[in-house]
């Protein structure tokens, strides 16, 4: 880890697992990394370890952070876990760190959210 991820948020880190399976969806540091915001956790591509969360193109419409797909994710063939999550297609210009992350909420029963 260099200095400016451990200086980032006093070297706080977090990390998302699906709690059924105990894969392992990301890890990285709390702040640009992996941004909190409104209680979700914004995750940047560096910091997804995992290639399962595909967009289903059901839109959606924020307000003020415009326009994102839902993003569903695939377990294997047969099993896949509906809008576990959302990713912003055309946001808004004044909030970067939403800007085509794959977005998940902290309180989503099927994530355990680890920081450490």
Do not use: Q, S
């Not at 540091?29 to 289903?56: H, Q, V």
């Not at 959302?86 to 909420?105: C, D, E, H, Q, T």
């Amino acid at each position: 880890m260099n200095a400016n991820a451990r200086d980032e948020n006093n070297g706080r880190r977090v990390r998302i697992k699906h709690r059924g399976t105990n894969t392992l969806l990301a890890d990285g540091p709390l702040g640009w990394g992996i941004t909190p915001f409104e209680g979700n956790l914004y995750i940047g591509k560096k910091y997804l370890l995992t290639d399962r969360f595909k967009a289903n193109f059901i839109p959606g419409l924020c307000i003020y952070k415009f326009l994102y797909v839902g993003m569903d994710l695939r377990l294997n063939d047969e099993n896949k876990i509906k809008n576990i999550g959302w990713m912003y297609w055309l946001p808004n210009p004044l909030l970067p760190f939403i800007w085509f992350r794959v977005a998940v909420p902290r309180t989503h029963p099927e994530l355990d959210i680890e920081e450490y």
